[in-house]
């Protein structure tokens, strides 16, 4: 996997910016498309590698709000530059509202694969607390339009942490499996600052749920999947076997992966690096031939290390020791020590099979406090 990278792709436009997202993301500035892609465009050919692309991911913002053409382009481009596995995971965001039957008829012609849809919940209360422009009738009907298409390679986004009963729990997880749906992820809200949201839970217009509901909810939802056959493999993420995201795998092995767009990240030969935040810079610094590059690392050996502990341990399979020692030349049992032997002694992690792992969705659902201590 070494000779693999992976193409993450931002399309940054959205409908409506949600109240919640702290992505970058545009909701009046559709009138840049065309000059936003011959940019990406630019980027894209600009990039030199001879490792072989395993997945292509278009993020967003909404990539379905924008012209099939666009992206089929991308993607186009993206296999005369590069060398491209036989079967590479295509994957594609999208807005429900986006999700009718000719549009993503019209996305499986030109290669897309999967299909990541942004259905967040099926409870109507839900949806207008979260300001989405879709309702709990919409997020059924764009699953069904995806497997009419023929995709078999579906998943759905749910968020919780808004005071959800544990009925409402029930429903929404078996609102999504009365489909053939593979994969689900399951996101706590998140109230960041500099969000709509943010201030309105401030101002108390909005009640969330308290750190002990959000962990019960959390238990609740993976015991719920699990009684279904999904496989609980990563923190926030449940798959039927064989269908987990290779994408989103490859963050967490810490593979190369190189981002293209505005504020887009990559990580390439050991160097992390991140594009500009602001559209038109972006446009303009491509167009004048310059770097769009905002930031850049060169890690050392001791924080890459440290990184791929904390992304490895996020994955239910956890480190295996010998491959990781292997890799970074170290004995990580002796590197962190104490902070095994504490959280071993406390339950929250374990050691079996040469493998470290978080001990179940007790120690998930408080990973950020476990993880925090091996940065």
């Not at 995806?146 to 544990?166: C, M, Q, R, W």
């Not at 600052?193 to 509901?213: H, L, P, Q, R």
Request: charge should be positive; charged fraction near 30%.
């Amino acid at each position: 996997m070494g000779e693999s990278v992976y193409f993450y792709i931002h399309i940054p436009y959205c409908y409506k910016k949600c109240p919640y997202c702290s992505f970058v993301s545009y909701e009046k500035k559709l009138s840049t498309v065309s000059d936003y892609f011959k940019a990406l465009q630019n980027e894209i050919s600009s990039f030199e590698t001879d490792k072989t692309v395993e997945t292509i991911y278009f993020g967003g913002g909404t990539p379905s709000l924008v012209n099939v053409e666009q992206i089929d382009k991308i993607i186009n481009l993206i296999y005369k530059k590069f060398k491209v596995i036989k079967l590479p995971e295509i994957t594609i965001e999208t807005n429900p509202v986006d999700a009718k039957y000719k549009f993503l008829k019209s996305i499986k012609s030109i290669g897309i694969n999967r299909i990541s849809l942004g259905v967040q919940s099926f409870i109507d209360r839900k949806l207008r607390t979260l300001g989405r422009i879709h309702n709990a009738k919409i997020s059924s009907e764009s699953i069904k339009n995806a497997l009419n298409v023929g995709f078999d390679n579906i998943s759905v986004d749910l968020i919780y942490g808004l005071k959800e009963t544990p009925s409402e729990i029930e429903y929404e997880i078996n609102s999504a499996n009365q489909f053939d749906i593979r994969h689900i992820s399951t996101y706590m809200l998140s109230v960041e600052k500099k969000t709509a949201f943010y201030e309105m839970v401030k101002n108390g217009k909005i009640e969330i749920s308290k750190e002990d509901e959000v962990a019960d909810a959390y238990i609740y939802i993976a015991e719920l999947l699990k009684n279904r056959g999904f496989e609980h493999y990563e923190i926030s993420n449940f798959a039927k076997k064989d269908f987990e995201s290779r994408h989103n795998n490859a963050y967490w092995l810490g593979y190369d992966y190189r981002g293209f767009g505005v504020s887009a990240s990559s990580f390439v030969n050991g160097e992390r690096f991140s594009n500009t935040d602001a559209i038109e810079d972006y446009i303009k610094l491509i167009k004048n031939k310059k770097s769009t590059i905002k930031h850049r690392e060169n890690l050392s050996n001791l924080k890459s290390m440290k990184e791929s502990f904390v992304l490895l341990m996020r994955l239910a399979k956890g480190v295996d020791i010998n491959l990781f020692n292997k890799k970074y030349k170290t004995d990580v049992e002796r590197v962190y020590k104490d902070e095994l032997e504490h959280f071993i002694k406390l339950g929250f992690i374990k050691k079996e099979n040469g493998k470290i792992s978080l001990n179940g969705e007790q120690s998930m659902v408080v990973s950020n406090s476990i993880l925090s201590d091996f940065v």
